[in-house]
């Protein structure tokens, strides 16, 4: 049991540890991680979510951003829902609850230019075109 700790640990630590390493075509970065031709160095990839949170979003294991707002529970729904899940005032999904063309945009936070698409639920640019997930 502690060896399978301990490698455990060490497997992190390795993991952590390649944010802000050197890299090149050569010695590329883990997979989680990309490598910025400019300063040749491992960062996370930056994420822009497509439904925004109202404050911070939560940070994985290796402090890069994911899509979970901070404070949400992260249970998930096996159910389906073409206009996304209900959310609350915290940008939190509810379980299992589908949005109506009515709540689709409600507590909804796009950034920079983006706007919700009430036909999508969606951060979207002006015109239609929905926002890359990463930049």
Same mark, same amino acid.
């Given at each position: 049991?502690?060896?399978?700790?301990?490698?455990?640990?060490?497997?992190?630590?390795?993991?952590?540890?390649?944010?802000?390493?050197?890299?090149?075509?050569?010695?590329?970065?883990?997979?989680?991680? *990309?490598?910025?031709?400019?300063?040749? *160095?491992?960062?996370?990839? *930056?994420?822009?979510?497509?439904?925004?949170?109202? %404050?911070?979003?939560?940070?994985?294991?290796?402090?890069?951003?994911?899509?979970?707002?901070?404070?949400?529970? %992260?249970?998930?729904?096996? *159910?389906?829902?073409?206009?996304?899940?209900?959310?609350?005032?915290?940008?939190?999904?509810?379980?299992?609850?589908?949005?109506?063309?009515?709540?689709?945009?409600?507590?909804?936070?796009?950034?920079?230019?983006?706007?919700?698409?009430?036909?999508?639920?969606?951060?979207?640019?002006?015109? %239609?075109?929905?926002?890359?997930?990463?930049?």
């Amino acid at each position: 049991m502690y060896k399978v700790i301990l490698l455990w640990a060490v497997a992190f630590c390795v993991a952590v540890s390649a944010i802000n390493e050197s890299c090149s075509e050569e010695t590329p970065c883990p997979w989680h991680l *990309k490598c910025n031709k400019e300063t040749s *160095k491992c960062e996370c990839h *930056k994420y822009v979510c497509p439904r925004g949170c109202p %404050g911070e979003y939560e940070l994985d294991d290796e402090g890069c951003q994911t899509c979970l707002c901070k404070g949400c529970e %992260g249970l998930q729904c096996r *159910k389906w829902c073409f206009l996304g899940f209900t959310t609350d005032e915290n940008g939190c999904e509810s379980f299992c609850t589908c949005n109506t063309p009515s709540t689709v945009c409600k507590n909804i936070w796009c950034t920079g230019q983006r706007q919700c698409n009430p036909k999508s639920g969606r951060c979207e640019l002006p015109g %239609g075109e929905e926002a890359d997930d990463e930049y």
